[in-house]
């Protein structure tokens, strides 16, 4: 078996990005874990700023590509004070079956910065 399930959750850090310009489409947080299980989000714990007072910027969690799935967490902020978002989800998110979680991240100026953890377990479909 590929996983081994457990009452346990797991976490990834997110750093978007260390050196500022966080704009990217579908970048992968969790891979697919494969035929016959699925994603569940049981939480997320992330901060954004900007790098000028002008700097707004936008967070999604997708199920799967932005331009197809559901959004299932968003995040906006605007200029230098960072924006925090302490979310948990009783019960988990499911996403689809041997689906990635993923982030998409837009910037209107200036760059901005993202820090945060995900929490989510691997379940069987």
Request: net charge negative; hydrophobic share 40%.
């Amino acid at each position: 078996e590929m996983f081994n399930e457990t009452n346990y959750l797991s976490a990834i850090a997110v750093d978007f990005d260390a050196n500022g310009d966080i704009a990217m489409t579908n970048t992968t947080v969790v891979a697919a874990p494969g035929t016959g299980y699925r994603i569940v989000l049981y939480g997320v714990n992330m901060s954004m700023a900007g790098s000028t007072a002008a700097t707004a910027g936008r967070l999604y969690l997708t199920n799967g590509t932005k331009a197809s799935a559901t959004i299932l967490w968003q995040l906006r902020s605007q200029g230098l004070y960072p924006v925090q978002s302490d979310m948990s989800f009783s019960p988990g998110v499911k996403l689809d079956a041997n689906t990635a979680l993923k982030i998409t991240g837009e910037e209107d100026s200036a760059q901005a910065y993202a820090f945060g953890t995900v929490y989510y377990r691997i379940e069987r479909t």
